[in-house]
C-alpha cells in the first residue's frame, strides 16, 4: 500500500472534545501534556531524529493552543504562532523533512497547516472584525458579527502525462539545478479533478491529453493546507509547447530514466523530487508498474 509524505499521524483528532468545554479543559490541566518544537513554522528535530516535544510547564501562559490530538490519553498541541510561513522553503526544512519519521512529519504538517490558516483568518471574511480561536483551535469565531470560520483544504491536481511508455516532468526556475517533478495546479470553481489534469497539462506544457486515472492523494502544507490529487493522464501526442511563466522546461522520461532518478543514481538524467513529496510517490508508482 502506497503512503505519501505527511500521511500515516498516529493521533487521535479528538473532534469529540472540540466544543466539550469541560473535557478540553482538562486536557489543557493535564500534567503529560505535550507542546510541539517549533523554530517559527518549522520543526525542530530532537537527538532521537523526531519531533521535539516540551511540556507545559515551559509555556509562559499566554500561548493560544491548538489541539492535534491525543495518544494513548495524553493531549499533544502546538501554540499557535505569528512567524510566517517561506512557500518556497529553505533547505533546512527540506534536510528536517528527510530525517523525520514518517509519523512525525503527518504530525508537523497538520501542526503547520492550522498555524498557517490561523494566520491567515485574524479577521473575519463578512464584516472584516477580529476573530477568536475556539473548537480547540480547529477554527476561529468573529466577535461582532459572530460567524464561525473553520479550516479549508484547497485541492491541487498533480500528475504524470503518459505517451507510448514515457512520462511528462518539468521544472520551475526556482528548483534546485537538475530537479524535476510531475506537473501539478489548483482545481478551479466549476472544474472536475479530470478536467483540471488536462487543462494544467495543457496549459503549461501545450500536451492535449484523454482518460485520467487516480492514484492516490496528500497533504500539503506548505503555503496553505493542500489536498494534492495524484494522477497518470493519457497523452495524446508528444508536442511540448512551453508556458515559460509556469516552467523553465520539460520533457518526456523513460521508466528507466525514473528508476535511475529515484535510486540517486550516477546514470540519472535528473534528479528526482523528495521522498515525501507526492511527486516523488507518484513518479515510483509510474516507474514500478
Known sequence: MMSPGFTGSPLDRADR??????A???LLGDWRARI???DGLDPVVAADGGLMWHSVAELSGSEELILLGLSDGKPHFVALAEAEGDVFRSPAIWRALSMLPAEDAAIYGTARSLIEWHNGHRFCGKCGHLTTLFRAGWGRKCGNCGKEHFPRTDP????LAEYEGKALVGRQSR???GNYSALAGFLEPGESIEEAVRREIHEEAGVFCGAVRYVTSQPWPFGGAQLMIACIVEALGDAITLDTDELEDAKWISKEDARAALENADSRTFNAPPSFAIAHSLLKHWATT
Open 36 to 38: 510541539l518544537g517549533l
Open 24 to 26: 478540553y479543559d482538562a
Open 17 to 22: 472534545v472540540r466544543n466539550d468545554a469541560e
Open 175 to 177: 528548483f534546485p539545478p
Open 156 to 159: 491541487v491536481v498533480i500528475m
